[in-house]
T-cell receptor
Framework: AQKVTQAQTEISVVEKEDVTLDCVYETRDTTYYLFWYKQPPSGELVFLIRRNSFDEQNEISGRYSWNFQKSTSSFNFTITASQVVDSAVYFCALSAFTGGGNKLTFGTGTQLKVEL | NAGVTQTPKFQVLKTGQSMTLQCAQDMNHEYMSWYRQDPGMGLRLIHYSVGAGITDQGEVPNGYNVSRSTTEDFPLRLLSAAPSQTSVYFC?????????????FGPGTRLTVL
């Protein structure tokens, strides 16, 4: 069975601080994909990134970066120089073949609050 | 493209009432699914469909029915609403059932059952 753990329920930072959101996953598949979604206060789910299990290169997109480490089954998300607009709930998710194809297993989410 | 649309945005039901949450997509996606989001539990899969005429159960299917008569639509039916079904419901679609496909989510329906 697949499992995604986001141990940080809520994080509060002051604007311009860097913040890392942790994600640890469990799967027996060798081929799987990891995702991050953002849910702003308006409620919609916004896709941020997809990473496959064979690509351990770190990814950077503007102020966002992702660190994928298969050795520790982690896919952490860092926001550099955080802004108030980054305030949202962030979900890590996993899809794998034995999970039934494209069925996403979500973590419980991390609420990020960025204050002035 | 409108993407994934859901109606209604908000709904209040009384225990025992029935209703249908509508979901439609205009991207010609084969795979569609329904999730519910509850505080502290993330999103959990209710039902999914890999194509018209094909549906299957997810993690929390009890109390919900689905059908997929067209590629575009995937309605979720609550036959006899219960307070435990108070939640935010998201519909999602993707090109196929392949694990690497990005899922596109609708805006959600907030349902309260009294």
């Amino acid at each position: 069975a697949q499992k995604v753990t986001q141990a940080q329920t809520e994080i509060s930072v002051v604007e311009k601080e860097d913040v890392t959101l942790d994600c640890v996953y469990e799967t027996r598949d060798t081929t799987y994909y990891l995702f991050w979604y953002k849910q702003p206060p308006s409620g919609e789910l916004v896709f941020l990134i997809r990473r496959n299990s064979f690509d351990e290169q770190n990814e950077i997109s503007g102020r966002y970066s992702w660190n994928f480490q298969k050795s520790t089954s982690s896919f952490n998300f860092t926001i550099t120089a955080s802004q108030v607009v980054d305030s949202a709930v962030y979900f890590c998710a996993l899809s794998a073949f034995t999970g039934g194809g494209n069925k996403l297993t979500f973590g419980t989410g991390t609420q990020l609050k960025v204050e002035l | 493209n409108a993407g994934v649309t859901q109606t209604p945005k908000f709904q209040v039901l009384k225990t025992g009432q029935s209703m249908t949450l509508q979901c439609a997509q205009d991207m010609n996606h084969e795979y569609m699914s329904w999730y519910r989001q509850d505080p502290g539990m993330g999103l959990r899969l209710i039902h999914y469909s890999v194509g018209a005429g094909i549906t299957d159960q997810g993690e929390v299917p009890n109390g919900y029915n689905v059908s997929r008569s067209t590629t575009e639509d995937f309605p979720l039916r609550l036959l006899s609403a219960a307070p435990s079904q108070t939640s935010v419901y998201f519909c999602a679609s993707s090109y196929s059932n392949r694990v690497n496909n990005e899922q596109f989510f609708g805006p959600g329906t907030r349902l309260t059952v009294l």
